[in-house]
């Protein structure tokens, strides 16, 4: 007798407060904030991952640095204790456009940089001491059902373009692909050994941590109301200094002048409780390999440390007029639907209590591009638009932003994201009727695929190329 798959869990036992990454451990303690005037020779606008690295590496380079980070909340609110747990080089979509401007020996350059970074942060991490459940057993791209095995067999020869040697990329047939982690109606899928599972919110909090045992002072509850050539006026005073970067990601259209810069894009998470031994043993996922599948409106997951499994994507994408709900509640049709996802591909899982629904924001460029920018002679900078892939890249726009600021000509400064500056977002309503139509498009593709169309929706195409990716 064939039983029925479980239905899907209720709602969250716990909804929004900032993010799983968070519970065990409680939110930090709080800084002091600013509270009047400060002369710096850098203020770093944010208080997650890039800021923190880029003053992590110039107090390393130059310790007489005085820095201040200013954070809003506090540091890693945002982001960075908020994502998926994916230490990843990919940079999915990107290398065509940084080919297109500056040719492929730059676009393949950026790509093995970000392969270095993911090393970076282990090592780093390593050597100071911060404890975050870090574990490089690289990434799998899962190809569920024909369509997505089509594609991922296509995307293969474009990868090794890119730059993806054999060491890089590896294909697995289902029975390898089941020798690691068993997905429902997997056909193969894609490994790299450069992506390594993190916990998020203890990696930002230890960066923090390091940073402030360096001599840089963290402000938070200190909210910057403007950036301009030589100050960051905040609510508490004016911080004074030669260099100001802005490293606000997914808040960056809250800044004045700053609106249509990078939207803020909303994904949200579901975690499990602990899964007991034979649900585990069931799908088998008993190493600490991150894995996505090929959908359209793609998902993302962790086996975590204490045998849980969280999976995100994409809930309500985009909220009008690039508003942010900094709580992170996450609506009750998301959780559902990510759970009936949870079930599709671990069938064994189907039913698990879901301890936590959050939601965060992620900066998206009218390209779908991260950039690095720096003017010397305003001494203005600012780093982001990670979309989100944001947990490497930030280290390598920390590295980046330190050689801009010392005035180093380097091999990171010469990378094709350097300096890369794209039109702004369309105004409203037009920006909240393209976005939220590019995503209704991809699941209506994904839907169409998965009953039986036999290739590439052409509705996926036409979102592709309505929305720039």
Known sequence: MTMSPAPPAGPARTNGHVSHWYAADGLPAPRPALDGDLDVDVALVGGGYTALWTAYYLKKAEPALRIAVLEKEFAGFGASGRNGGWLTAALPGQFRRYAAAHGRPAAVAMQRAMFATVDEVVAVAAEEGIEADVRKDGELHVAVGAVQEQRMLAHLPELREEGWGEEDMLRLGPGELADRVRVAGARGALWTPHCARIHPARLVRGLAATVERLGVTVHEGTEVLDIRPGAAVCRGGTVSARHVLRATEGFTAGLRGQRRTWVPMNSSMIVTAPLDRAVRDEIGWHGAEVLGDGAHAYCYAQRTADDRIAIGGRGVPYRFGSHVDSRGETHTSTQRQLAELLGRLFPAAAGAPIDHAWSGVLGVPRDWCATVQYDPATGLGAAGGYVGHGVATANLAGRTLRDLVLGRDTELTRLPWVG???????????????????????????????GGLGRTSLIAHAADLLGGR
């Not at 794209?422 to 169409?448: C, K, S």
Request: zero cysteines; a positive charge; glycine letters at 10%.
């Open 420 to 450: 890369r500056k794209v039109r702004g977002w369309e105004p409203e309503p037009l920006r909240w009727l393209g976005i939220r139509g590019l995503y209704v498009a991809y699941r209506a593709a994904d839907r169409r695929e998965s």
